[in-house]
Nanobody, 122 residues
């Protein structure tokens, strides 16, 4: 059974930083791409960042490019999202997900975590 567990969310002031982590179990982690998505109240789930299985290829949403960095440690079965220069509009529940190939749309991902709340105050 595949499990993804996110952590690292919280309340931060605008301009601050947070680092999200997602630990995976139940499948061979380094065979799969990983992605981060977010969903704000009343909005659709949107793509944030994705990383290929070997960590070489990375995709970012335009809205966070230059502020967020996705990385992974295959030895620890963990993917990270370093978020800097946070803005109030970054407030959302952040989800990690796993996919056979790097992708930017939710249907490409087959397993999801439960999400972690990120709140950025102005």
């Amino acid at each position: 059974q595949v499990q993804l567990v996110e952590s690292g969310g919280g309340l931060v002031q605008a301009g601050g930083s947070l680092r999200l982590s997602c630990v995976a179990s139940g499948r061979t982690f380094n065979f799969y791409a990983m992605g981060w998505f977010r969903q704000a109240p009343g909005k659709e789930r949107e793509f944030v960042a994705a990383i290929s299985s070997n960590g070489i290829n990375r995709n970012y949403a335009d809205s966070i490019k230059g502020r967020f960095t996705i990385s992974r440690d295959n030895a620890k079965n963990t993917v990270y999202l370093q978020m800097n220069s946070l803005k109030p509009e970054d407030t959302a529940v952040y989800y990690c997900a796993t996919s056979r190939i790097i992708a930017v749309i939710p249907p490409r991902y087959d397993y999801w975590g439960q999400g972690t709340q990120v709140t950025v105050s102005s």
